[in-house]
C-alpha cells in the first residue's frame, strides 16, 4: 500500500474486499480506505462508480474523495473517515429524536441532495444505515455506491424494502431477469448487477424495454427516500414497501403538523406532486425552523 497511508484497523470485509481505518501521514488525518481484492469483480466498478459520484461534490454534509488507484492488483479509495454512528444503529436501540434535531438533519440532508443533484449525481439508496450522525452532532450522507452518475451509465441497480420509491421499485422490477444478488442481511436490499452489454436495453414482462426511454427523475426519488427516512425517524418504524400502504403520520406529541406535512409531501406516490427540487424542500424545511 502506498506509503502516504499507515493501516491501523480492519473495519469491514466481505468476499470482494476491506474497508480499513488508516493515518494519512501526509494530510496528518484519519482516513478510510477501501480496497477491492479482486479487479475482474463487479466490486472494482461498484468503488469506481462511489468516486464518479462523489469527486466533483464539495458539500459538508458528504464525504470527500481523497484518492484512487491500483497497486499490486489491488485497487482502492481513500475517502474521508466520518466519526460517528449510522442511525439505523441509533433507531434500533430505540432512540427518540426531538423535532428540533430532526429539522436540523432534514435540512441538512437537503443541503446535500441539492449540492449533489446539481453535479448530476442522484445517490439512490438514502436509508438510515447510510446516514450518519456525526461527533459534532451533524449528519453525512454516505456510501454511493449505487449512485447515478451523469456521462456514467452505471450498471449498478438497487432497492432498499421501504425507502426506495415507487418507481424505483418499478424500475428494479422491469431489470429483474438479470442477475439479482441476495438480499444483504437485515438491511433488506437488493442489487443487480448489469454487464456492460445489458445497460441500455433489458428483457422483462412485455418483452424488451429501452432503459434510457425508462426515464426516473431521480432527484425526485431521492426526495421520496428522505422523506422515507425521516418517516422512520418520527414513528420509529420503517415504511411499508408499497408506497399507497403508507399511512399518514398520526399527530405525534413534540412533533409539528407542518413537519408531518413536508415528510407527506415528500412521499407521495406520484413524483409529481412531491417537491420539485431538494432546494425547494430546503425551504420548506428552513420556514418551520423560522416557527419553531
Same mark, same amino acid.
Given at each position: 500500500?502506498?506509503?502516504?497511508?499507515?493501516?491501523? *484497523?480492519?473495519?469491514?470485509?466481505?468476499?470482494?474486499?476491506?474497508?480499513?481505518?488508516?493515518?494519512?501521514? =501526509?494530510?496528518?488525518?484519519?482516513?478510510?480506505?477501501?480496497?477491492?481484492?479482486?479487479?475482474?469483480?463487479?466490486?472494482?466498478?461498484? &468503488?469506481?462508480?462511489? +468516486?464518479? *459520484?462523489?469527486?466533483?461534490?464539495?458539500?459538508?454534509? +458528504?464525504?470527500?474523495?481523497?484518492?484512487?488507484?491500483?497497486?499490486?492488483?489491488?485497487?482502492?479509495? +481513500?475517502?474521508?473517515? $466520518?466519526?460517528?454512528?449510522?442511525?439505523?444503529?441509533? &433507531?434500533?436501540?430505540?432512540?427518540?429524536? @426531538?423535532?428540533?434535531?430532526?429539522?436540523?438533519?432534514?435540512?441538512?440532508?437537503?443541503?446535500?441532495?441539492?449540492? !449533489?443533484?446539481?453535479?448530476?449525481?442522484?445517490?439512490?439508496?438514502?436509508?438510515?444505515?447510510?446516514?450518519?450522525?456525526?461527533?459534532? /452532532?451533524?449528519?453525512?450522507? $454516505?456510501?454511493?455506491?449505487?449512485?447515478?452518475?451523469?456521462?456514467?451509465? @452505471?450498471?449498478? !441497480?438497487?432497492?432498499?424494502?421501504?425507502? *426506495?420509491?415507487?418507481?424505483?421499485?418499478?424500475?428494479?422490477?422491469?431489470?429483474?431477469? =438479470?442477475?439479482?444478488?441476495?438480499?444483504?442481511?437485515?438491511?433488506?436490499? #437488493? @442489487? !443487480?448487477?448489469?454487464?456492460?452489454?445489458?445497460?441500455?436495453?433489458?428483457?422483462?414482462?412485455?418483452?424488451?424495454?429501452?432503459?434510457?426511454?425508462?426515464?426516473?427523475?431521480?432527484?425526485?426519488?431521492?426526495?421520496?427516500?428522505?422523506?422515507?427516512?425521516?418517516?422512520?425517524?418520527? @414513528? /420509529?418504524?420503517?415504511?411499508?414497501?408499497?408506497?399507497?400502504?403508507?399511512?399518514? $403520520?398520526?399527530?405525534? +406529541?413534540?412533533?409539528?403538523?407542518?413537519?408531518?406535512?413536508? !415528510?407527506?409531501?415528500?412521499?407521495? *406516490?406520484?413524483?409529481?406532486? =412531491?417537491?420539485?427540487?431538494?432546494? #425547494?424542500?430546503?425551504?420548506?424545511?428552513?420556514?418551520?425552523?423560522?416557527?419553531?
Amino acid at each position: 500500500m502506498n506509503r502516504s497511508y499507515r493501516i491501523e *484497523a480492519e473495519i469491514g470485509s466481505g468476499g470482494s474486499g476491506a474497508v480499513y481505518l488508516a493515518w494519512h501521514t =501526509r494530510l496528518r488525518k484519519h482516513v478510510v480506505i477501501k480496497v477491492v481484492k479482486d479487479n475482474s469483480s463487479g466490486a472494482l466498478e461498484v &468503488l469506481r462508480n462511489e +468516486v464518479e *459520484a462523489l469527486k466533483h461534490i464539495k458539500c459538508i454534509y +458528504v464525504p470527500q474523495v481523497l484518492d484512487f488507484c491500483s497497486e499490486n492488483d489491488h485497487s482502492f479509495t +481513500v475517502m474521508e473517515y $466520518i466519526r460517528g454512528e449510522s442511525f439505523d444503529k441509533l &433507531l434500533k436501540l430505540g432512540q427518540k429524536f @426531538t423535532e428540533k434535531q430532526i429539522l436540523k438533519w432534514y435540512g441538512q440532508l437537503a443541503s446535500a441532495l441539492d449540492s !449533489i443533484h446539481k453535479n448530476d449525481v442522484f445517490h439512490r439508496d438514502i436509508k438510515p444505515s447510510n446516514i450518519m450522525l456525526t461527533k459534532s /452532532g451533524d449528519v453525512c450522507l $454516505i456510501d454511493f455506491n449505487s449512485a447515478y452518475v451523469s456521462g456514467n451509465n @452505471t450498471g449498478i !441497480i438497487s432497492r432498499s424494502m421501504g425507502y *426506495a420509491s415507487p418507481e424505483q421499485y418499478e424500475f428494479f422490477k422491469l431489470c429483474r431477469s =438479470r442477475k439479482v444478488s441476495s438480499a444483504k442481511g437485515t438491511d433488506l436490499i #437488493e @442489487t !443487480i448487477f448489469l454487464g456492460k452489454g445489458m445497460r441500455n436495453t433489458v428483457s422483462g414482462e412485455g418483452g424488451s424495454h429501452d432503459l434510457g426511454v425508462y426515464e426516473i427523475d431521480w432527484k425526485l426519488s431521492d426526495i421520496y427516500s428522505l422523506g422515507a427516512t425521516m418517516y422512520h425517524f418520527l @414513528t /420509529g418504524k420503517r415504511p411499508p414497501v408499497r408506497a399507497d400502504e403508507v399511512e399518514q $403520520i398520526p399527530k405525534l +406529541v413534540g412533533y409539528s403538523e407542518a413537519l408531518l406535512r413536508i !415528510i407527506e409531501h415528500s412521499m407521495r *406516490a406520484n413524483p409529481s406532486q =412531491r417537491f420539485a427540487s431538494a432546494k #425547494e424542500l430546503g425551504f420548506a424545511i428552513k420556514n418551520v425552523i423560522c416557527f419553531n
